[in-house]
């Protein structure tokens, strides 16, 4: 054989093998290696994502701290239902306080709520405007979480100055079954 023929030979010899390389060895392996390019970047957008969703939880977690502070907040201010005659007697004591005769106090039909029951109360109340005035400001500055609804303001025709007030009150107590 020729030293020609010899080089063409190993030429093709040299060319099929790096074919055969490529084919079998170097294309399988890029292949798998971008395979596995991809599944780490998938792990890593799902670790963003777990990132994201521990930042959600983390901030629910305190916002839910906040609204059960506020409950809290909210569940000191309703006594219990045995106390009714405590802020009865409070609301009383401001009324005359501030210059107001009450004539009547009725109690109405109690309303059972989702932790919490109203018990609202009829109520009329003899005095000047500037009395009312004060009541009111003072029943706002309670401890205890109060609603005044139906108020209606009447002029005495028998005594100058004087007016009647009729309203319901509605007073707010810890339900015990809540």
Not at 62 to 86: D, G, M, W, Y
Not at 138 to 149: A, Y
Request: charged fraction near 30%; glycine fraction near 4%.
């Amino acid at each position: 054989m020729s030293s020609g023929y010899r080089k063409v030979i190993f030429f093709v010899l040299v060319a099929g093998l790096c074919y055969v390389a490529y084919a079998y060895m170097i294309k399988p392996a890029n292949e798998h290696l971008s395979q596995e390019k991809a599944m780490v970047q998938d792990k890593l957008t799902k670790l963003d994502e777990l990132e994201k969703a521990t930042k959600a939880a983390m901030d629910l977690t305190n916002q839910l701290e906040r609204v059960e502070e506020a409950i809290k907040v909210f569940e000191s201010k309703l006594p219990p239902t045995s106390e009714i005659h405590k802020v009865l007697e409070n609301v009383t004591v401001i009324a005359q306080k501030n210059g107001l005769r009450p004539k009547t106090i009725r109690t109405l039909k109690r309303k059972n709520n989702r932790g919490y029951i109203e018990q609202p109360l009829r109520m009329e109340l003899h005095g000047n405007f500037q009395s009312y005035y004060s009541f009111l400001l003072e029943l706002e500055m309670m401890d205890r979480i109060t609603k005044i609804r139906e108020l209606s303001l009447k002029k005495n025709s028998k005594h100058e100055g004087e007016t009647e007030a009729t309203f319901v009150m509605s007073i707010f107590f810890q339900n015990a079954s809540g």
